[in-house]
């Protein structure tokens, strides 16, 4: 008895006798350029300039604010009266901590006319968190003339 071929020809052998079309090759591309458009954006990190931008922007006036709070916490502490002021601020409620830190005038720096947003909030919080204050050096500074 003659072998038979097979009823179906087996995956291998359909690959191998696979010759796609033009049209196919092309979708094929187009689809595989989308998905990787999309996996990018959503989940590689991929931003657009404008993105980029106003990433760039929030991160400068988050360190602008930050900067500012350090140099308020730094004035606050090394004040003669920054027991009691830090008393005061302890027992105000949340949300009038940051107009008792810019009353103060803890915040206000050379050359600058305008508050600093978000940065009353980052010196109350380190104060808020402060459980001793640090002692003050009474160094006398002398210069020789």
Do not use: H
Not at 50 to 66: I, Y
Not at 99 to 121: H, Q, S
Request: hydrophobic share 45%; with cysteine; proline share 4%.
């Amino acid at each position: 008895m003659p072998e038979t071929e097979p009823l179906s020809p087996s995956w291998s052998q359909r690959w191998s006798g696979y010759r796609p079309s033009k049209t196919m090759w092309f979708w094929s591309l187009v689809g595989i350029s989308a998905l990787t458009m999309v996996v990018g954006f959503a989940f590689g990190g991929w931003t657009t300039g404008g993105t980029a931008a106003l990433m760039a922007e929030k991160a400068a006036r988050d360190a602008r604010s930050e900067l500012v709070a350090t140099v308020c916490v730094e004035k606050f502490v090394s004040a003669d009266n920054a027991s009691e002021q830090l008393a005061a601020l302890k027992k105000t409620s949340s949300w009038e901590r940051n107009r008792f830190i810019e009353n103060g005038g803890w915040l206000k720096l050379t050359g600058m006319d305008k508050a600093v947003p978000g940065a009353a909030e980052l010196c109350a919080k380190e104060l808020v968190a402060i459980e001793n204050l640090p002692e003050q050096s009474a160094e006398a500074v002398t210069t020789d003339g």
